[in-house]
């Protein structure tokens, strides 16, 4: 349940729209519900102010489904991450209005939040190359479900650094950067290095043996000489995302 609506479910009690009674059954499963296989946090939205977000992988259609569903109920707004084109099918079938992001691997449910940000305030999502697309997305997404402004720059890796340079206008504009890179993780460094707002640092796991599944470019991010960057874990683009969001706001 989000602030707003429990405001206005507090004003129609008061002017005798909602009896007491009613308006009970809706808080009875604040701050949670229990549904066996999960234990739904229906208070998160009035406590950090989104709601609960689903993490799809490893779990049952079925049982996604069934979160959506009541999530959805109470909020009006829910992301899922990491869900497959089949999940987003049947969640799609179950609960209406649903898109669908297949490069971020993102559902998004019912209305989309209004920018909150001030005029012209925006984050920059950066990748390094197009591998990284995926994990970028799903920062992007993210932040843009919550209510931020986002810009994008994609493929502007350190091995072609013109291709960055060429939109410092950009980058120099941002509130907050996210930068994702695979390989070894050297972008977040360059950037870091060029603008005044934070950076936060995705490395992903793309690369060759070396690179260890993401591990080479996490700890070249953490190892950073550049100041101002906060670093999430390997491929972590929905944490990179809600986090740009907070510091936009």
């Known amino acids: 349940m989000h602030t707003e609506r429990l405001l206005n479910l507090l004003r129609s009690v008061s002017q005798g729209q909602v009896s007491p009674e009613a308006a009970l059954e809706q808080l009875r499963s604040l701050p949670y519900e229990d549904i066996g296989f999960a234990k739904l946090d229906h208070h998160r939205a ?60 993102i559902i998004e449910v019912g209305e989309r939040a209004v920018a ?82 934070p950076v936060v640092a995705v490395p992903t796991s793309v690369g060759y043996g070396a690179s260890f599944g993401g591990l080479a470019a996490l700890l070249s991010m953490l190892n950073s000489c550049a100041t101002g960057v906060a670093v999430v874990n390997i491929d972590n683009g929905f944490g990179a995302g809600y986090y740009a969001h907070l510091v936009n706001r």
Do not use: W
């Open 116 to 197: 909150r940000s001030k005029q012209g305030h925006y984050i920059a999502v950066v990748s390094a190359g197009t591998a990284d697309l995926t994990v970028a997305e799903e920062a992007a997404v993210t932040a843009e479900a919550m209510g931020s402004r986002v810009e994008r720059l994609y493929d502007v890796g350190v091995a072609g650094l013109h291709r960055l340079l060429d939109r410092m206008d950009l980058l120099m504009n941002a509130s907050v950067v996210v930068v994702v890179a695979g390989m070894e993780g050297a972008l977040a460094s360059v950037v870091g290095g060029l603008v005044r707002a």
């Open 46 to 105: 009035i406590r950090t102010g989104f709601p609960e977000v689903v993490f799809c992988q490893g779990k049952q259609t079925d049982q996604i489904v069934e979160i959506v569903e009541r999530l959805h109920q109470r909020s009006g707004h829910v992301l899922a991450t990491r869900a497959s084109q089949a999940v987003f099918d049947a969640v799609s079938a179950s609960v209406q209005p649903a898109v669908y992001h297949p490069l971020a691997k």
